[in-house]
């Protein structure tokens, strides 16, 4: 108080002495000074903000309170320095509480299972009135079982790129499987920002990496947008080795059967890794741009990493696939084959680590980080010229398909 009123004191004399001289004008403008410095330290304080940059180039404050304000301005996406050691203290590092005494590890064998399921979409998009699950989610995306200590923490980690509509059906369809499977889970759709083009490997590295910041997660599930799980006895758990969660899909039809895969060694999809596990294979090659290419580089990562991917039985990961378009920014990658048959040079030299502590460190930067209702949202931003630079040398010779 008396610091305040000594302050006030002064800045009365100061001005007294401003008017005196006749200097009104800049007594004017000093003061207007300081209302503003005030007012905008006022707005930061009650704020208590994340900020956040929409894919409309609108900037959106999420206050605490959960209600959003929105800013338009225009949004360029210039690929610019940063890393996650900028981002380390914005990442709250929250754990949902529980009362750990009193409550069983949740069965091995979740008892509210169905087995197949059959899916509608529409009733997937007209379920946010009617839909328990739902009403269950912690912002964010979050869930954890009230009743039962979760056998598993899952950060689900969603790469895309102007999917909003699959992302909106994938995201209530998870929640209502995910919590009959009793996991504790976190949803992270990650998107990365135009011009470049799409890098799903990209995008999977720097999720696992900001959900480790943001969660205390035992496994992480790299999933695609438009894959809708259709055995609820898929559980979304990690094992003793990497798991491909996908045994056949509507989109690969074989012969009599409904749910194929387009060859034995596709490890697409639906993966999921623990930490360890995606540590050791060091995480997807960051080089493959536009589409195709780094899924069956990850699965050369595994193998040289002593590991093997294993699947579920044949029956439980069938997957419904959304049908879609090609992507205008995500046409298929001429190059690919080239630069698959480099993997195995690639794999130590960039990765995860790529974003860690590697001489080859890749720059990126994180333009938005917003927990939305269903899902954590965020955009990153990269520059392609400067990563195919970067490992120039490690791209494989052109390769005549
Ligand atoms: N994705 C987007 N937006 C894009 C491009 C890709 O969201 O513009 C994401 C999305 O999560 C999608 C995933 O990347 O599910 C895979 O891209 P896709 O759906 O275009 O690929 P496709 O349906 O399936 O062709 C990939 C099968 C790979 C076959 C084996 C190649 N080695
Ligand atoms: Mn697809």
Same mark, same amino acid.
């Given at each position: 108080m008396e610091l305040a009123y000594s302050w006030t004191m002064e800045i009365v004399?100061?001005?007294?002495?401003?008017?005196?001289? !006749?200097?009104?004008?800049?007594?004017?403008?000093?003061?207007?000074?300081?209302?503003?410095?005030?007012?905008?330290? =006022?707005?930061?304080?009650?704020?208590?903000? /994340?900020?956040?940059?929409?894919?409309?180039?609108?900037?959106?404050?999420?206050?605490?309170?959960?209600?959003?304000?929105?800013? *338009?301005?225009?949004?360029?996406?210039?690929?610019?320095?940063?890393?996650?050691? /900028?981002?380390?203290? +914005?990442?709250?590092? !929250?754990?949902?509480?529980?009362?750990k005494i009193s409550l069983e590890p949740c069965p091995i064998a979740p008892p509210g299972l169905v087995g197949k399921l059959t899916i509608n979409v529409q009733n997937i998009i007209k379920s946010v009135t009617n839909d328990d699950s739902l009403k269950r989610v912690v912002y964010g995306g979050r869930y954890s079982p009230e009743d039962c200590i979760p056998r598993e923490r899952t950060a689900v980690i969603i790469p895309y790129r102007d999917r909003e509509d699959h992302l909106d059906i994938l995201t209530r369809h998870l929640h209502n499987i995910l919590q009959r499977q009793q996991l504790e889970y976190q949803i992270f759709a990650i998107e990365m920002a135009l011009p470049t083009q799409f890098n799903r490997g990209i995008l999977a590295n720097i999720g696992v990496l900001i959900a480790k910041e943001t969660g205390d997660f035992s496994c992480f599930i790299i999933h695609d947008v438009d894959a809708l799980m259709m055995n609820? !006895?898929? +559980?979304?758990?990690?094992?003793?080795?990497?798991?491909?969660?996908?045994?056949?899909?509507?989109?690969?039809?074989?012969?009599?059967?409904?749910?194929?895969?387009?060859?034995?060694?596709?490890?697409?999809?639906?993966?999921?890794?623990? #930490?360890?596990?995606?540590?050791?294979?060091?995480?997807?090659?960051? =080089?493959?741009?536009?589409?195709?290419?780094? #899924?069956?580089?990850? *699965?050369? &990562?595994?193998?040289?990493?002593?590991? !093997?991917?294993? &699947?579920p039985e044949k029956d439980i990961g069938i997957y419904l696939a959304i049908p879609h378009d090609t992507d205008s920014t995500n046409q298929k990658n001429p190059a690919r084959f080239g630069i698959l048959d480099a993997a195995a040079g690639r794999q130590w030299i960039e990765g995860v680590n790529s974003f860690i502590n590697n001489q080859l460190k890749i720059k990126y930067k994180r333009y938005a980080l917003e927990y939305r209702k269903y899902y954590t949202w965020l955009l990153i931003g990269i520059n392609e010229a400067a990563i195919n630079k970067q490992y120039e040398k490690y791209l494989g010779e052109p390769f005549a398909a």
């Open positions: 004399s100061c001005s007294k002495y401003l008017c005196s001289s !006749k200097s009104l004008p800049i007594a004017f403008l000093i003061l207007t000074c300081i209302a503003v410095s005030i007012y905008s330290m =006022v707005l930061w304080r009650s704020a208590n903000v /994340d900020h956040s940059v929409n894919t409309h180039g609108n900037l959106s404050l999420l206050l605490k309170s959960g209600e959003k304000r929105f800013y *338009n301005f225009s949004h360029t996406v210039s690929p610019v320095n940063s890393s996650l050691d /900028d981002m380390a203290d +914005l990442v709250p590092r !929250k754990k949902i509480n529980r009362n609820d !006895k898929n +559980l979304y758990r990690c094992g003793s080795q990497p798991r491909h969660l996908v045994t056949g899909s509507t989109k690969y039809r074989s012969g009599n059967n409904e749910y194929g895969l387009p060859y034995d060694s596709y490890m697409s999809g639906v993966i999921a890794l623990t #930490d360890s596990q995606y540590t050791k294979a060091n995480g997807f090659s960051n =080089v493959y741009f536009g589409w195709g290419g780094e #899924d069956d580089d990850f *699965n050369i &990562r595994v193998q040289r990493a002593n590991m !093997k991917f294993e &699947r």
